[in-house]
């Protein structure tokens, strides 16, 4: 059976040539149920990876204004971390925006480069989750001398931040944080290391795919979207770089991001 719309444009009666159209381009009840199902699909997705990149910003706050409220700081050290949560709020905002601007179209859809310090990016990144994660001491080596990194800023850090935020959630308590980075030929490699559980050998080549989560018995009760990883690598792709994961059951993980030098990105 063919179907065609009770009210076409304008409201007017349709002429026969239009009901022939109709008719060689037929669509049915089940074909709007099949991209009605297709369109909430990529809703629920878009809204899983924004509620993942929330709770980290949002995390930060919680336990920067828990430490003010607990301990007395000097006026400096309350406009410092008074600066970071205003930072992470605005954080906040701006996912939200650019939610909202590509929610019909995928979620990263340009970078911003600039040159970049890279012992500044990891520095910023440990000074982000070093009143939030006590327990977990974070440790950065950086050689001052390093080539600088063209890239974007917000999602480079974002990266980093997701790999943190990865480190602390599943290293045991007292467990410090690595980031490092260095040269390798035209390459700049920034690597995060935890002392965690590691992942088994069978889910190293799976765990950057989306909504992909191990399922270790030690992992069960662990929260987690599954797609912090898998956004990190689109970005490290779109820079022109690559992400890998070097792990061991028992000995930690240590994911790595190689970064092309400007010249051949440009």
């Not at 917000?154 to 690595?178: C, D, F, M, T, W």
């Not at 920034?190 to 002392?195: G, L, Q, T």
């Not at 898998?230 to 994961?245: L, T």
Request: charged content about 25%; overall charge negative; hydrophobic content about 35%.
């Amino acid at each position: 059976m063919n179907y065609m719309p009770l009210a076409p444009e304008g409201n007017k009666i349709p002429s026969e040539d239009e009901i022939s159209s109709y008719n060689d381009h037929p669509f049915s009840p089940e074909d709007h149920c099949e991209k009605c199902l297709n369109l909430y699909a990529r809703m629920k997705e878009d809204l899983k990876y924004l509620i993942h990149e929330i709770r980290t910003p949002l995390t930060a706050v919680a336990g920067s204004a828990e430490f003010l409220h607990e301990n007395r700081v000097s006026e400096e050290q309350q406009k410092a971390w008074l600066s970071a949560i205003q930072r992470e709020t605005m954080r906040i905002n701006a996912l939200l925006d650019d939610f909202l601007r590509v929610r019909t179209g995928p979620w990263i859809s340009s970078l911003n480069r600039t040159e970049i310090i890279v012992c500044e990016l990891l520095e910023d990144a440990a000074d982000r989750f070093s009143g939030i994660c006590e327990k977990h001491p974070i440790q950065t080596l950086c050689p001052p001398d390093l080539l600088p990194v063209y890239a974007d800023r917000a999602k480079l850090g974002q990266v980093l931040r997701n790999l943190i935020a990865n480190a602390v959630k599943y290293s045991p308590e007292g467990g410090a944080i690595h980031l490092t980075a260095g040269r390798q030929d035209t390459w700049t490699i920034i690597s995060v290391r935890d002392e965690g559980p590691g992942i088994p050998q069978e889910d190293l080549n799976r765990i950057f795919q989306k909504f992909y989560r191990g399922d270790g018995l030690e992992l069960r009760d662990i929260p987690g979207s599954g797609l912090g990883l898998a956004m990190a690598s689109q970005i490290v792709e779109m820079h022109g770089g690559r992400i890998n994961v070097k792990s061991a059951s028992g000995k930690g993980s240590i994911f790595s991001l190689s970064l092309p030098d400007r010249k051949t990105t440009e």
